[in-house]
């Protein structure tokens, strides 16, 4: 639709909103086009165009952003927002038959949080109390819409594996956090680091039997034969599809023997770690990690909480990037998800890394961990419209987020939300007025006295 | 050969204690009034002997090119563990919490490990001086201590925990009694209260616990008094109590209680409790600064902001409620510092109150938050906290604004020692990067 189509079509197109310039801004675009100064045309939620001077669409409304900075929409590919009833599944060390997906709670107000830190896609885990958890998926923070309608469309599912002093931790009921006084836990294996390891390697010893079966199964129907199907198990099936590599397996880590150890079990078992989370002692094993093939999403500069944070140096992202890993920056925390940017920032202080090697990490990079990169994680045409307004420049705290899109909708309005704020003030006193008004006189008994 | 010569370049750049320093060319923030463009300072004998737009170069000292470079005081940080806890997990490593309910007595000073990883980890970001707070924060246990002890005012280097100390008395801790815990973090929102008074933390039961509470602070002060005044008479059944000997300073308002007291509620509280007590207060971590603001003004009440990088308390708050605390404590007048509360975010700080002027606070009030103010805060202000001609050499010389995550520190001095730029962390990296 450019400007030469007569104006009765551009009366009849959808809504306005849906076809938008932004001009004079500084894209950085994580994409072919590094970093300009110029426009980016939105239109049916895709990239349509982009450059220093772009045609206008008739009829697209333009939002002017000169001095403001666009970048694609921040992928945290480590996240526990947005899950109810816990995430957890702690009574196995393995629960693989669990699934992120059953326990969406689209009302987590940190999905509008994390929105308004520039936020649009985030990986969903489970928690690491197992040594293999449960299955994950990227959702969209498309705030206001269903659980259903959140889910990353066409996203290849995963799977969470947990190594070191978590997943031993229900091993070691009296001395771990797990104790609750005097009352006795029973024990739960595995206790050690050498448990773990034989929890994953009997589990695939499982898997592969399970898989054996299904496919001399299906080796038969295909001759057109009828055999008896053989009987599914939800708990070897999503380890089938890791065999499979239908299914990526990210495998929350902190020490280098560990790490290790988890390439080797993978490689003896004929299956790839997609992404080593958290993985704070990468930078002693960066060979082998980079060797197996593997991503790396780890935290800027947490470290010393525990024992085997103890290591975790600030320059892990920069020097696994150095050594040829890919490399994206997470937050497994609701408060630090609001500013994965300035996360991105410190890769630039701590190890050098450029303005884009920077902002990949938490764009296009996790974008590739999470196999979403056809879709997201750059400003390019065809790809969808998940974008990011800054006031500054975007890495540095000095910034902060005006507006978000995904798939060309706007999602968060700083104006809008700062100028709404009172009327909302207003509202909640209105109703906080109305109840206490119609509340019966309170006796002092309590409901179970 | 090569590697001496090597360790030898790298010696060269750094600067024995005592000697003489002269930075040459370089802009000059000295917070406490106007930047001096392509000025000079001067360091002698651990301080600055001058700052001018030329100075002579001394006999004997060495000079620094500062062309293209900044120079600012060194970063204070008004609450931390430093030095008290190493793994925050680890119960063995953590000499926070003590028991006990009234222990003024005790001193985090002390207990404070100066070859701590942590020091090495935060003074490469620009961290100076740090008060180190006994009670809460991690797992040391003893959290529940109303009086916890004495916070220390010290620097971010030196042998030993004597030469680190700037004041082993800088504070006070006390953790104010409220509806919702003592320090008053969580609980149910104050609005609401009303509304479930049978619920835990509101209503008349909670009320009145709260009131038991300051009554039995308000016996501990009255007994510190009447130990005071036993003292004075100098009765021969007189016999020394170190708790009261620790409050003596207190009740005579000569040393400040940092008083952990979050919603507007318990803020009020303490400051009516400290006007009747008629002792020295600054309110640590305070929550509620848009509504608590003009009394705290009023009254010319201190404040130390916890981080700023935190998550709203309640569900329907604003979203940047965290962000904004910062500019509406300076939009009330309140004089504040900035704490991060937790020792693996003290190397943030700077970062913390980027984020401060990114929703309103002005620029110049982030650099005074995290120096001069907190410098006068702790009693310090003819010390530290500013780059004026007598004070302590605690500066950093940095390539760029100094709360920018891109900008890079030169070189640090601390009481005119240049301290290496190295640490733990550091060294992990030059020697895993060198491995093929």
Redesign the interface.
């Known amino acids: 639709m450019k400007k030469l189509i007569p104006s009765i079509l551009v009366a009849l197109a959808p809504l306005a909103a849906e076809t938008f310039v932004i001009q004079n801004a500084t894209v950085m675009t994580e994409g072919p086009k590094g970093i300009f100064k110029g426009s980016v045309v939105v239109k049916d939620g895709k990239i349509a165009d982009l450059g220093e001077k772009v045609m206008v669409p008739a009829g697209a409304t333009i939002i002017e952003a000169g001095g403001l900075y666009l970048i694609p929409g921040i992928i945290d590919c480590h996240s526990h927002i947005a899950g109810s009833g816990g995430i957890n599944e702690g009574s196995v060390s393995v629960s693989s038959m669990v699934n992120i997906k059953d326990i969406i709670n689209p009302d987590d ?1 940190s999905i ?2 994390a929105l ?1 830190g520039g936020v649009t896609t985030a990986n969903i885990l489970h928690g690491s109390a197992n040594s293999i958890g449960g299955q994950t998926l990227p959702l969209k923070m498309r705030w206001g819409k269903s659980a259903e309608e959140m889910i990353f469309a066409g996203a290849t599912p995963g799977i969470k594996f947990a190594l070191g002093e978590n997943p031993k931790r229900a091993g070691n009921p009296q001395g771990g ?1 797990g104790a609750i006084g005097a009352i006795q836990i029973q024990a739960r294996y595995p206790a050690t680091r050498m448990g773990v390891e034989d929890v994953i390697r009997e589990a695939f010893n499982d898997a592969k039997a399970y898989k054996a079966e299904w496919d001399a199964y299906d080796a038969k129907l295909a001759k057109g034969e009828h055999p008896i199907p053989p009987r599914t198990d939800l708990k070897l099936q999503a380890l089938k599809e890791v065999l499979e590599n239908k299914r990526y397996v990210h495998v929350h880590c902190y020490r280098a023997d560990e790490i290790l150890m988890m390439i080797r079990a993978a490689d003896d078992n004929g299956f790839k770690v997609r992404t080593f989370q958290h993985v704070l002692e990468g ?2 094993v ?2 082998e990690i980079k060797e197996h093939g593997a991503g790396a999403s780890t935290f800027s ?7 085997e ?7 892990n992202a920069a ?1 696994l990037t ?1 050594k040829g890993v890919i490399v994206s920056l997470n937050s497994d925390d ?3 998800m ?2 994965l940017n ?1 996360e991105a ?2 890769a ?2 701590y ?1 050098g890394m450029s303005e884009t090697e920077a902002l990949a990490m938490v764009t296009i990079n996790p974008a590739i961990q999470l196999g979403i990169d056809k879709t997201v994680g750059s400003i390019e045409p065809g790809k969808d419209a998940d974008l990011v307004l800054y ?2 420049f975007p ?6 987020v005006t507006k978000v899109w995904i798939d060309g909708t706007q999602y968060f309005d700083r104006d809008k ?1 700062v100028a709404e ?1 009172a009327a ?1 003030d207003a509202e ?1 006193q209105q109703l ?1 007025d109305k ?2 008004s119609a ?1 019966r006189p ?1 006796t ?1 008994r ?2 179970n006295q | 050969m090569k590697l001496l010569g090597l360790l030898m370049a790298g010696a060269v750049t750094v600067f024995a204690a005592g000697e003489t320093v002269l930075i040459q060319n370089a802009d000059i923030y000295p917070v406490s009034g106007a930047p001096l463009k392509g000025g000079s300072l001067l360091i002698q004998d651990g301080k600055i002997a001058e700052i001018g737009a030329r100075i002579a170069v001394p006999k004997g000292a060495t000079v620094l090119e500062g062309k293209g470079l900044r120079v600012y005081p060194g970063w204070i940080d008004s609450g931390t563990q430093l030095g008290l806890e190493e793994i925050g997990s680890i119960r063995e490593t953590n000499d926070t919490g003590e028991l006990g309910d009234f222990m003024p007595q005790l001193k985090a000073l002390s207990a404070v490990n100066p070859d701590s990883e942590h020091f090495g980890v935060v003074r490469v970001n620009g961290i100076t001086t740090a008060i180190a707070l006994p009670g809460g924060g991690g797992r040391g246990g003893g959290g529940g201590q109303m009086i916890a002890g004495q916070a220390a005012l010290l620097h971010t280097d030196g042998w030993t925990w004597e030469e680190m100390e700037i004041n082993r008395s800088a504070a006070m801790v006390l953790n104010f009694p409220s509806a919702a815990g003592r320090g008053g973090r969580g609980g149910m929102p104050p609005d609401l209260q009303d509304l479930f008074p049978n619920t835990a933390g509101a209503g008349a039961d909670a009320r009145r616990a709260v009131l038991d509470q300051i009554a039995k602070l308000n016996a501990f002060f009255d007994d510190a008094r009447a130990y005071k005044k036993a003292k004075e008479a100098n009765q021969p059944d007189f016999h020394k109590d170190l708790k009261f000997e620790a409050m003596l300073p207190v009740i005579e308002g000569k040393m400040p209680l940092a008083v952990n007291a979050s919603r507007a509620a318990a803020i009020h509280d303490a400051i009516a409790w400290a006007e009747k007590q008629n002792v020295k207060i600054v309110i640590m971590q305070p929550r509620d600064i848009a509504k608590a603001g003009a009394e705290l003004k009023a009254k010319n009440i201190p404040v130390v902001l916890g981080r700023v990088l935190t998550l709203p308390e309640n569900e329907d708050s604003e979203y940047d409620e965290g962000y904004t605390q910062p500019a509406e404590a300076y939009k009330a007048g309140v004089k504040f510092a900035l704490g991060t509360f937790t020792n693996e975010f003290v190397r943030d700080l700077p970062y913390q109150a980027a984020t401060a002027v990114a929703y309103g606070l002005p620029h110049d009030e982030a650099l005074k938050a995290l120096t001069i103010n907190p410098a006068q805060i702790w009693g310090a202000g003819d010390l530290i906290g500013s780059l004026d001609k007598g004070k302590l050499a605690d500066l950093m010389v940095v390539d760029g604004d100094p709360m920018d995550v891109r900008t890079q520190i030169r070189h640090l001095f601390i009481k005119g020692k240049e301290i290496t730029l190295s640490n733990k962390q550091i060294r992990l990296y030059e020697r895993y990067m060198s491995r093929q």
């Open positions: 107000i509008y949080r308004a956090r930078y002693k960066a060979k500069d947490w470290w010393a909480y525990k024992i944070a103890i290591d975790a140096i600030p320059f020097l150095k609701a408060e630090l609001r500013h300035t920032g410190k630039m202080k190890g006031d500054g890495m540095s705290d000095f910034a902060k939300e704020q909302k909640k906080l109840e206490k509340q309170q002092n309590r409901p």
